[in-house]
C-alpha cells in the first residue's frame, strides 16, 4: 500500500501544540498524508464517517471521548482501519489494555520520528506494531490469545538456516545483540547483519515481529 499511493493518516490528540507538531512531522514524510487532526475522540469518529483513513494516531487520555473509546468505537465501525495508541505510558499494561480494546499498537509520546513512521508502515502493512521494548512474554500471550495477529510474508516452513535459527532462539531469550555475539564467538556486525536477513525473510519490520513470527510458527517456545 505504502508504495502505491499515500497513507492517509488521521489525528487525534487534545494538546494543539503535539497535535500540530505531528501533523507537520508526518506529512513532510514521503509516502504519508494527514487528512484528519482533531482534538479529542468524538470528533475523529465523526470525520470518518466521511473521510477514508487507513490509520488513525489516537492519545489514550482526551476530552470528551477518549482513547480507549475511540478504539473500540472504530474498531466496531471501520474494522479495516489501523490505530494506534498514543500515550506517555510504556509499560505491559498499557500496552495490554491498547490491544484488548482494538488497538493494532501503541507509541510512546516519546518516541523519534524514525520510530514512529516504522509504527505507522508497520501497523499498515503488517497488522501490527509493538516496539522493541516489549517482552516476549507478552508478546507470546498476545499472539496465543488471537488478540494480535501478525501477517507475515514467508510461509512457516524452513527458511531459516541452522546457525539463523541458533541466532533466533538467543534473540527470542532476549539476549542483547552483544550477548548474543559474546556467546557465539562472533562479531557484533554479523549478528546484526543475521538479524537483519531474517527480519527481511519474514517481512518483519523489527526484532518484534521476528519474535512473533517465532512464536507464531513454533519455532521457539514461550516460556
Known amino acids: 500500500m505504502a508504495s502505491e499511493r499515500s497513507i492517509k493518516i488521521a489525528i487525534a490528540e487534545d494538546q494543539s501544540i503535539f497535535r500540530n507538531g505531528l501533523t507537520k512531522l508526518l506529512n513532510d514524510i514521503q509516502g504519508f498524508e494527514v487528512v484528519v487532526a482533531v482534538e479529542n475522540g468524538q470528533l475523529l469518529v465523526d470525520a470518518l464517517q466521511t473521510t477514508a483513513i487507513d490509520l488513525a494516531l489516537i492519545d489514550f487520555r482526551m476530552p470528551v471521548k477518549n482513547g480507549i473509546e475511540a478504539t473500540k468505537e472504530i474498531r466496531e465501525r471501520f474494522p479495516e482501519m489501523k490505530v494506534l495508541l498514543l500515550s506517555m505510558y510504556d509499560d505491559v499494561e498499557f500496552v495490554e489494555l491498547a490491544i484488548e480494546n482494538g488497538a493494532n499498537g501503541y507509541l510512546s509520546k516519546d518516541d523519534d ?46 527458511i ?8 533466533l532462539e538467543l534473540i527470542c531469550s532476549e539476549m542483547t545483540t552483544q550477548e548474543i555475539a559474546d556467546k557465539l564467538f562472533k562479531s557484533r556486525r554479523t549478528i546484526e547483519s543475521a538479524r537483519t536477513l531474517m527480519m527481511n525473510k519474514v517481512g518483519a519490520r523489527n526484532v518484534v515481529g521476528l519474535v512473533m513470527y517465532a512464536i507464531q510458527n513454533g519455532i521457539v517456545k514461550s516460556k
Open 113 to 158: 520520528a524514525e520510530e514512529i513512521q516504522l509504527a505507522i508502515r508497520s501497523a499498515v502493512e503488517t497488522g501490527y506494531y509493538l516496539n522493541d521494548r516489549t517482552s516476549k512474554m507478552f508478546i507470546a500471550k498476545m499472539v496465543h490469545s488471537g488478540k494480535i495477529q501478525p501477517a507475515f510474508e514467508a510461509s512457516p516452513t524452513s
Open 160 to 167: 531459516f538456516n541452522e546457525n539463523e535459527l541458533v541466532i
